[in-house]
């Protein structure tokens, strides 16, 4: 039986001036339910349309057009540096990656969906923006927006930092955007139609699944951004 629970929402408005209010009721969301509704968070409601339109003209794009913005990045080992994974990566599957190329060990099949997956740092990204040509201006709409949900993240983690009595830093020296290889990421998701389809029962939309946390990097946190003007965090 399905159960409900209320995801607790918490408002970053004045934020230095709550910090501390706002740190416990996080602490008591992380803790007592595992998931949070962040509300006045400063990104506005139009640029969090705008990015799932971005996403949208992205996924329309022809599949050899979106090939050529791939990450070669195997999900279950994004947590290793690029130049690490590339070397446990054969050509095959690196084409394999985008359109339903996540398998679950949950489930054994692909999940019908395909993924966009930006960072910030040069290293992992040359060469692969999509032009452009076939979409003007995403690259630089992309990046305001990645940062506005990094300067988010940061307030949250400083948070938790200051909950377990470490630096204010200490998270967020695991998720330096500014380094080359920082492995912040976002990522973009395009499920498929199903109206009117008659689906097999091996049929899953996204199989059962946790985060990317891992002892490579186990200081990770979700922001899914939701419209008009939430963030979902976990």
């Excluded at 040359?126 to 307030?155: H, I, T, Y």
């Amino acid at each position: 039986m399905a159960s409900s629970r209320i995801f607790p929402r918490i408002s970053l408005k004045d934020f230095e001036s709550r910090k501390e209010e706002v740190t416990k009721q996080l602490v008591d969301a992380a803790t007592g339910v595992g998931f949070f509704i962040i509300a006045d968070h400063g990104i506005p409601p139009e640029q969090i349309s705008h990015m799932f339109q971005l996403s949208q003209k992205y996924f329309a794009l022809p599949d050899g057009t979106k090939n050529q913005s791939l990450l070669f990045l195997v999900h279950s080992e994004l947590t290793l540096p690029r130049r690490q994974v590339q070397k446990r990566i054969c050509p095959r599957e690196k084409r394999r990656l985008g359109k339903q190329a996540q398998i679950r060990p949950s489930t054994g099949t692909p999940d019908q969906k395909e993924s966009l997956q930006l960072q910030f740092g040069k290293e992992n990204m040359e060469g692969k923006w999509p032009s452009d040509e076939d979409l003007p201006r995403f690259k630089n709409d992309a990046m305001d927006f990645m940062q506005k949900c990094q300067d988010v993240s940061l307030k949250i983690m400083s948070c938790f930092a200051d909950a377990l009595d470490l630096p204010a830093d200490y998270f967020a020296k695991a998720h330096d955007v500014t380094k080359e290889d920082c492995l912040t990421v976002l990522r973009c998701l395009h499920y498929h139609d199903i109206t009117g389809q008659t689906l097999p029962e091996s049929y899953w939309r996204a199989g059962a699944h946790t985060g990317k946390n891992s002892p490579h990097s186990p200081h990770n946190n979700h922001l899914l951004a939701t419209e008009p003007s939430q963030i979902l965090m976990s």
